[in-house]
């Protein structure tokens, strides 16, 4: 199985609300990401986890709280946001953190199409 | 000068048509390099890695020179299928992070 899911696929909120992004793998990956992508631009990495514990943290400013439950499932919480953070959020997942050592490919999900009005 | 540079194309071809792609990349001690497609409205797939002694995956195959600083995708046999942002990836050697380049258009037409 070497699928990463995401959920909701869409999501529309208002500057006020509080959501969360959830993400999951099932194919014991240790490194899991979050990024950010806008309208014909990369993706931006947002946050790393290795091993369940936070390990970048891109700047992101703090209206986007990243929590890894376990080492299967990623969540972004998200308060107060901007309508410029409207994009898509996708996560992303790796065997571990050890790219020294040579190829270390990162699978992606679906990701979450989000509006913030 | 960005880390990872691609010509953003588009590349607009006829079926059938032989194309490739060029990425450069600054960090010489780089150490992991793929090529990534993404479809419209949809997440990055990894299409190949990318070694130095080059490899072949059916009508795809996608080089490596060192020396040079680039990398490379051709695309034989091009099928509307293949219509896609192809997204160059190199992995800082300094903090292990993916680094895109912009992603070059391929607009395969019958």
């Known amino acids: 199985d070497t699928e990463v899911t995401q959920t909701p696929k869409h999501l529309v909120m208002g500057m006020t609300n509080k959501k969360s992004l959830k993400c999951e793998q099932h194919?014991?990956?240790?490194?899991m990401y979050w990024y950010k992508q806008k309208a014909k631009k990369p993706p931006e990495l947002m946050f790393v986890?290795?091993?369940?514990?936070?390990?970048i943290n891109e700047s992101v400013p703090s209206r986007f709280s990243p929590e890894c439950p376990n080492s299967s499932l990623l969540n972004l919480h998200l308060h107060a946001l901007q309508p410029e953070d409207s994009a898509l959020y996708l996560c992303?997942?790796?065997?571990?953190?050890?790219?020294?050592?040579?190829?270390?490919?990162?699978?992606f999900g679906p990701g979450t199409r989000l509006t913030v009005l | 000068r960005k880390e990872v540079e691609q010509d953003p194309g588009p590349f607009n071809v006829p079926e059938g048509a032989t194309v490739a792609f060029n990425c450069t990349y600054s960090n010489s001690a780089s150490q992991s390099f793929f090529w990534y497609r993404q479809d419209c409205r949809k997440e990055p797939k990894l299409l190949m890695s990318v070694y130095s002694s080059g490899n072949e995956d059916g009508r795809f195959t996608a080089q490596l020179n060192r020396a040079s600083q680039y990398i490379s995708l051709l695309i034989r046999d091009s099928k509307l299928s293949d219509s896609a942002t192809y997204l160059c990836v190199v992995i800082s050697s300094n903090t292990g992070k993916l680094i895109f380049g912009q992603g070059t258009t391929l607009q395969v037409k019958p």
């Open positions: 992303a997942s790796s065997q571990e953190r050890r790219w020294a050592r040579g190829s270390d490919e990162q699978f």
């Open positions: 194919m014991g990956h240790r490194a």
């Open positions: 986890y290795s091993y369940e514990k936070l390990s």
